[in-house]
């Protein structure tokens, strides 16, 4: 452990070296890369000085009760032998799960998708519940979102949403979102107090940097229209709202959520520079899938992975077996504890299996 954190420690200070580099800075993709290597090797780095102090410490209690007489000096050497064994073991444990590598996407910005599926206006009424709950998950975390665009539900909620999330280490914490999620509950629409079970699936893309997708002009078509939906004098006065159609991929994005037609478009061929990039993100995951089967990664938007039971304040996560009989709570935003619990399994399997840096 002590040379493989010392391996670490000459990588992270030829890094640190390269950072200041001005060919670096001239490269903002390097850069980019180099910088996200720095953080993630810092704390490792941090917490592997702290295990080489509990090693020598150890070293040091053990000379002193091999060495000395004194019963009060080898009570206390004892004592810093237990409490620092203790302590190397609990950061062995800790340095092993940091070594797992992680995915290179993890500190990207999102675009998370909101789309209601079965189930009719309560589908898009669910929609909407899950758009707020992320919301309010966005705000305990203390990151920036912006609707892109959003199409209204009939009785209230959204067919569909998509908001743009920003903050740290965003991509890491909600990429296993993505799926399908099913709710269980008498619908404001029904008369009989019947339960009804509806869907809407959540699809969530890792934000491109410029860098990562080129676009050309020439392979997108540009149509320019009104916005609609309730708003401002702006709104179907005004042809702000833009729609790119990506002709090699048919890909089309739109949004109308701005009032400038400029901003509209910066933020639609966010969108669909993201969606670009997804695709190939989306295969990387499936290839990795397909050599191990993996508990929560495997990138199939289709597989129902979460359940809001209302009638008994439910809420089960299919993947990892995880049950809150808080729903309210959880529709409050309160997800760290599900979030958390699906990166520890994916930690765990690939720890079980050797991957390490």
């Not at 950072?19 to 670096?24: I, N, V």
């Not at 929609?127 to 009939?154: E, I, N, P, S």
């Not at 008994?312 to 504890?337: C, E, K, W």
Request: hydrophobic content about 35%; charged content about 35%; some cysteine.
């Amino acid at each position: 452990m002590i040379d493989r954190i010392e391996s670490l420690k000459k990588r992270f200070e030829s890094v640190e070296e390269s950072l200041s580099d001005p060919k670096t800075m001239g490269d903002m993709k390097l850069f980019a890369q180099l910088n996200r290597e720095y953080k993630e090797l810092k704390e490792i780095v941090e917490v592997g000085q702290e295990y080489k102090q509990a090693v020598q410490n150890i070293s040091a209690a053990k000379e002193i009760i091999e060495t000395e007489s004194d019963k009060d000096l080898l009570e206390m050497a004892q004592e810093e032998w237990t409490e620092s064994e203790k302590r190397k073991n609990e950061l062995e444990e800790k340095i092993k799960f940091m070594l797992i590598p992680k995915d290179p996407e993890d500190s990207k910005n999102v675009v998370l998708e909101v789309r209601a599926g079965t189930g009719g206006d309560e589908a898009s009424i669910f929609a909407g519940d899950l758009f707020r709950m992320y919301c309010r998950f966005f705000d305990k975390q203390g990151w920036k979102y912006a609707v892109l665009d959003h199409t209204d539900g009939t009785m209230g909620g959204f067919k569909e949403v998509i908001v743009e999330v920003s903050g740290e280490n965003v991509f890491g914490k909600l990429k296993f979102e993505s799926g399908v999620h099913r709710v269980q509950r008498v619908p404001q629409t029904e008369t009989q107090g019947r339960v009804h079970t509806s869907a809407a699936s959540v699809i969530v893309l890792p934000e491109a940097d410029e860098w990562d997708i080129v676009l050309k002009d020439s392979d997108i078509r540009k149509d320019i229209f009104c916005s609609s939906g309730p708003g401002g004098q702006s709104v179907n006065t005004t042809k702000s709202a833009i729609r790119l159609t990506h002709i090699p991929t048919g890909l089309v994005v739109q949004c109308q959520d701005e009032k400038s037609q400029h901003k509209n478009l910066e933020k639609a061929m966010g969108v669909l520079r993201s969606r670009m990039y997804e695709i190939e993100y989306q295969k990387r995951v499936e290839e990795a899938s397909k050599k191990r089967k993996t508990l929560v990664a495997t990138g199939d938007r289709s597989e129902k992975i979460r359940t809001y039971n209302y009638p008994q304040s439910r809420v089960s996560d299919h993947r990892i077996g995880y049950t809150m009989h808080n729903l309210p709570a959880f529709m409050d935003g309160d997800l760290d504890d599900v979030l958390e619990g699906l990166q520890i399994a994916e930690n765990t399997e690939k720890l079980k299996e050797g991957l390490l840096v």
